[in-house]
């Protein structure tokens, strides 16, 4: 099976503008979640999708926002972006989104906001 | 809330070492542990796992017991290699949260 993908890999945006990032689960799994890995402050969870419902959400503004599609596809949105945004931006996969199931990253895709 | 501890990296080896991570959790009812690794421009990838007390999880020549007395679950292996180098991250799920919990990780540089 192909793994999880994530376009684009890398992105740079300037302060107050929006940006879209996109996730491909592995084939199957119905789960998509996603994160925001920064030096300063590690792992942190933004959402979780099952079947195009949001049904986890971590402590992140507004701003973050998500959705998913028939097919399992995940898409991210930040709007206004701010420096403190830069970061790499992962999603993770499973088949049922249960917490204790293994969870499959992609890449991830890395900005940097100017 | 579930939360994972892991030591402050970076941990730095010379290549054939012994490897200790310590990982403790805390977690109502009773978590699945994970150790995942992050190579450098990747995302994180599964190490290995164990499901229940007693368990141990083994891959690649690392291994980690689930200590349910001591809510461990310590990462080790007997030689590290210089392709070890990476950043590891302690996980629980399955226990009272309804997301995975993951520690900040550990860096580990390994030197030949």
């Known amino acids: 099976k192909a793994g999880v993908t994530q376009t684009p890999r890398y992105l740079i945006k300037t302060r107050g503008q929006q940006v879209t990032l996109s996730c491909s689960p592995i084939?199957?799994?119905?789960?998509v979640s996603w994160y925001q890995q920064t030096p300063g402050q590690g792992l942190q969870f933004l959402f979780e999708?099952?079947?195009?419902?949001?049904?986890n959400k971590g402590n992140f503004p507004g701003r973050f926002s998500g959705r998913q599609f028939s097919n399992s596809r995940s898409e991210m949105n930040v709007s206004t972006l701010e420096l403190g945004d830069s970061a790499l931006y992962l999603c993770?996969?499973?088949?049922?989104?249960?917490?204790?199931?293994?969870?499959?990253f992609g890449p991830g895709t890395r900005l940097l906001v100017l | 809330g579930d939360s994972v501890t892991q030591m402050e990296g970076p941990v730095t080896l010379s290549e054939e070492a012994f490897l200790t991570i310590n990982c403790t959790y805390t977690?109502?009812?009773?978590?699945?542990l994970f150790w995942y690794v992050q190579y450098p421009g990747e995302g994180l990838q599964l190490l290995l796992k164990?499901?229940?007390?007693?368990d141990k999880g083994s891959n690649k020549g690392f291994e980690a017991t689930y200590r349910k007395e001591t809510t461990s679950f310590h990462l080790e292996k007997g030689s590290v290699q210089v392709s070890d180098s990476a950043v590891y991250f302690c996980?629980?799920?399955?226990?009272?949260?309804?997301?995975?919990?993951f520690g900040r990780g550990t860096s580990l540089i390994v030197h030949p």
């Open positions: 993770a996969s499973s088949p049922s989104g249960l917490s204790q199931e293994t969870q499959y």
């Open positions: 084939s199957g799994h119905r789960s």
């Open positions: 999708y099952f079947s195009e419902t949001q049904r």
């Open positions: 977690a109502t009812g009773y978590p699945s």
């Open positions: 164990a499901t229940k007390a007693d």
């Open positions: 996980a629980s799920g399955g226990g009272g949260s309804y997301i995975p919990t």
